[in-house]
């Protein structure tokens, strides 16, 4: 049987990919902005989740943003789903052998800064894998004793601001601190994650990024804060809402990665 790799390249032969991007809560619009788009779902691709979430699409597309070759994930699959860290092993590691140098990963996320109302876009800084697991527990030799320092890489996070005051989108910076969810934190959680130095708390984007850095990709992230911490506000919090809020926030956050990526290599 194919591997997902050879599967994509059957599907678009002779296309290759410059950057990676995974879509979160309420971004999966973006796989609009992609031009001759080849769309093929996760389905079709061994190794790859069928995501249980509500606003996870599961469908990969290959085309271009800005003129820049890119592969969107539509969709993720969580910890919270099966207990499992690995859950995007598949597929991380599968925009790489397809030509991924710099991966983009997205999320929706709590906000530990008053300062940082619902509606805004934090690019993660740093991160603190709060959860304790990993999705390189089951391996063997050196690689999997992964360097984590400048893991959201330093240019990139350059590029992004250059990209925030081109499309004049406020961004905030910020370090997120995983929770394993599904359940949201409760108010004790998120004084705990104040003290530790965290700006936003969710439940995603942490074992992919230790993966990407395992395979040499290069990280960007960012957070579309969707609600105030638990605990911090009056708002009850719930999937809908955390739905409801990305998808009318998500407008600025895309603006800011289409510049981002259609700049990549001008
Ligand atoms: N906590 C964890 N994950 C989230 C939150 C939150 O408050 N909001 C959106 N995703």
Not at 83 to 94: E, L, N
Not at 104 to 114: H, V, Y
Request: glycine residues 12%; charged residues 20%; contains cysteine.
């Amino acid at each position: 049987m194919s591997d997902a790799a050879d599967i994509i390249a059957a599907a678009k032969p002779g296309f290759r990919p410059k950057i990676g991007m995974i879509l979160g809560s309420g971004l999966g619009p973006m796989a609009e902005d992609v031009k001759q788009a080849t769309v093929i779902d996760y389905r079709d691709l061994p190794g790859f989740p069928q995501p249980s979430v509500e606003g996870h699409a599961g469908r990969l597309l290959l085309g271009e943003i800005g003129g820049t070759p890119v592969a969107v994930l539509q969709g993720r699959a969580h910890f919270y789903e099966h207990g499992r860290a690995d859950a995007m092993k598949v597929p991380v590691r599968t925009l790489r052998a397809i030509g991924c140098d710099d991966v983009i990963l997205t999320n929706a996320a709590g906000g530990l800064d008053p300062a940082m109302q619902p509606g805004s876009v934090m690019m993660i800084t740093d991160h603190i894998n709060l959860v304790q697991s990993s999705p390189l527990f089951d391996e063997s030799g050196n690689s999997r004793f992964v360097d984590m320092v400048g893991a959201y890489d330093s240019g990139l996070r350059e590029r992004a601001r250059d990209a925030a005051r081109a499309t004049g989108v406020t961004l905030h910076e910020g370090v997120y601190v995983w929770f394993s969810g599904p359940q949201f934190e409760t108010p004790a959680e998120v004084r705990f994650a104040r003290l530790i130095g965290g700006t936003a708390v969710g439940m995603s984007t942490v074992p992919e990024v230790i993966l990407a850095r395992q395979a040499g990709v290069k990280v960007a992230g960012f957070s579309i804060i969707t609600n105030l911490g638990a605990g911090m506000g009056d708002a009850p919090l719930s999937h809908e809402q955390t739905m409801t809020m990305a998808a009318s926030a998500a407008g600025a956050l895309r603006r800011l990665l289409n510049h981002m990526i259609a700049d990549w290599y001008a």
